[in-house]
T-cell receptor, first 117, second 116 residues
């Protein structure tokens, strides 16, 4: 049972380069999201999606793009990497949350550690 | 907008002693509150949640949390801590806007160190 799979696990970029962090889930979850984790700041929401074809911005969306063409995949694109985007990125998925029994129970990937030089 | 605060960056406790990790919240409307745990170099794992009903909720690995509406708190507790409980703990609140799905706002995290 794969759950939430993130690739790559580690990446080093130079300032100005672009890249895509991949996220795939095999649980048929409607909801998917991307967070970044920085020391002392907890997790901050970048973008989220409540279903295929629907995305919305979170707390810190600048410099990132997302798309949701299928239920399974939710890639995060860094358009022009900056040192401030050095972080650990987590993808998380869940059922829609409309049913209270499943509300808020996110399944997280193992993380992608990005360094921008 | 909803928010949670974890006032302690780190909690140290001896193995076998009670463990408490504090969380306070600020929401408009009824709060949906959660605790997650993160072990080193891993993603977060769901521990427990409060949606409605009993103020004391039980979760995984012997953890429980007490919801206190008057104090706007949702503290995580474990009666007898284990060395293996050493990890980073996050409190979270869900957006009350239904169209936002399971959009969670997390606190800054509390590192728990259980010493033998």
């Amino acid at each position: 049972n794969a759950g939430v799979t993130q690739t790559p696990k580690f990446q080093v970029l130079k300032t100005g380069q672009s890249m895509t962090l991949q996220c795939a889930q095999d649980m048929n979850h409607e909801y998917m999201s991307w967070y970044r984790q920085d020391p002392g700041m907890g997790l901050r929401l970048i973008h989220y999606s409540v279903g295929a074809g629907i995305t919305d911005q979170g707390e810190v969306p600048n410099g990132y793009n997302v798309s949701r063409s299928t239920t399974e995949d939710f890639p995060l694109r860094l358009l022009s990497a900056a040192p401030s985007q050095t972080s650990v990125y987590f993808c998380a998925s869940s059922y829609s949350g409309l049913a209270l029994t499943k509300a808020g129970e996110l399944f997280f990937g193992e993380g992608s550690r990005l360094t921008v030089l | 907008a909803q928010s949670v605060a974890q006032p302690e960056d780190q909690v140290n406790v001896a193995e076998g002693n009670p463990l408490t990790v504090k969380c306070t919240y600020s929401v408009s409307g009824n709060p949906y509150l959660f605790w997650y745990v993160q072990y080193p170099n891993r993603g977060l794992q769901f521990l427990l949640k409060y949606i409605t009903g009993d103020n004391l909720v039980k979760g995984s690995y012997g953890f429980e949390a007490e919801f206190n509406k008057s104090q706007t708190s949702f503290h995580l507790k474990k009666p007898s801590a284990l060395v293996s409980d050493s990890a980073l703990y996050f409190c979270a609140v869900r957006d009350t806007f239904k169209a936002a799905g399971n959009k969670l706002t997390f606190g800054g995290g509390t590192r728990v160190l259980v010493k033998p």
